[in-house]
C-alpha cells in the first residue's frame, strides 16, 4: 500500500505545473519604480482598473500590453475553479501588506481557438497545484461565466 502511495505521490508531482514564485521583496521594488498606489486597487468591482493592469504586467513580466485585454481567474488545487478578479487582488493585497513572502500563480495568454472557446485573452491561475489551460471543458466554462 505504501507503493502505491509513493507511486501515487510521485506522479501527481511530476505532472504538477510550475507556477510561477513572485517575491515580494522585489515585486515591491518594481511597484515602487513604477509608482503603483495599491489603495486604488478596487476590491468592488469586476471591472480590471489601470493599476490593477500594471500589476499583471509586472506579474506577467513581459512586454504585451495588456491595456484592454480580458482575462479569467481561475483557482482550486485542481485549475477548475472560476474564481473573480476581486478575489485575486484581495489575496495579492493582502500578502503584499502583510508581508507574506510569496505569491503563486501563472498568467496564461491564450491562442486565438483558446480565446474563442473562452472569450478570455489571459487565464490567471492562482492557488493551484496542477492546470491546464488547454482543458476544453475549462475553457467553455470561463465563456459561460462571462458576462456577455
Same mark, same amino acid.
Do not use: R
Given at each position: 500500500?505504501?507503493?502505491?502511495?509513493? !507511486?501515487?505521490? /510521485?506522479?501527481? &508531482?511530476?505532472?504538477?505545473?510550475?507556477?510561477? !514564485?513572485?517575491? /515580494?521583496?522585489?515585486?515591491?521594488?518594481?511597484?515602487?519604480?513604477?509608482? !503603483?498606489?495599491? &489603495?486604488? =486597487?478596487?476590491?468592488?468591482?469586476?471591472? %480590471?482598473?489601470?493599476?490593477? =493592469?500594471? %500589476?499583471?504586467?509586472?506579474?506577467?513580466?513581459?512586454?504585451?500590453?495588456?491595456?484592454?485585454?480580458?482575462?479569467?481567474?481561475?483557482?482550486?488545487?485542481?485549475?477548475?475553479? =472560476?474564481?473573480?478578479?476581486?478575489? /485575486?487582488? *484581495?489575496?495579492?493585497? &493582502?500578502? /503584499?501588506?502583510?508581508?507574506?513572502?510569496?505569491?503563486?500563480?501563472?498568467? %496564461?495568454?491564450?491562442?486565438?481557438?483558446?480565446?474563442?472557446?473562452?472569450?478570455? &485573452?489571459? =487565464?490567471?491561475?492562482?492557488?493551484? $497545484?496542477?492546470?491546464?489551460? *488547454?482543458?476544453?471543458?475549462?475553457?467553455?466554462?470561463? $465563456?459561460?461565466?462571462?458576462?456577455?
Amino acid at each position: 500500500m505504501k507503493m502505491i502511495v509513493l !507511486i501515487l505521490c /510521485f506522479f501527481l &508531482d511530476a505532472t504538477a505545473q510550475n507556477n510561477t !514564485i513572485v517575491h /515580494f521583496e522585489e515585486l515591491k521594488q518594481s511597484i515602487l519604480n513604477e509608482n !503603483i498606489n495599491l &489603495d486604488t =486597487i478596487d476590491l468592488s468591482s469586476e471591472v %480590471i482598473n489601470k493599476t490593477e =493592469i500594471k %500589476i499583471l504586467q509586472l506579474l506577467n513580466n513581459t512586454a504585451d500590453d495588456l491595456n484592454g485585454k480580458s482575462f479569467a481567474f481561475v483557482s482550486g488545487s485542481t485549475g477548475t475553479f =472560476i474564481s473573480k478578479k476581486t478575489v /485575486f487582488f *484581495n489575496y495579492f493585497k &493582502d500578502s /503584499f501588506l502583510t508581508k507574506n513572502d510569496v505569491l503563486s500563480y501563472s498568467i %496564461i495568454k491564450l491562442n486565438p481557438d483558446q480565446i474563442k472557446l473562452s472569450n478570455t &485573452d489571459y =487565464i490567471v491561475f492562482f492557488w493551484t $497545484k496542477t492546470y491546464n489551460a *488547454n482543458s476544453k471543458a475549462l475553457l467553455k466554462k470561463i $465563456k459561460n461565466t462571462k458576462p456577455q
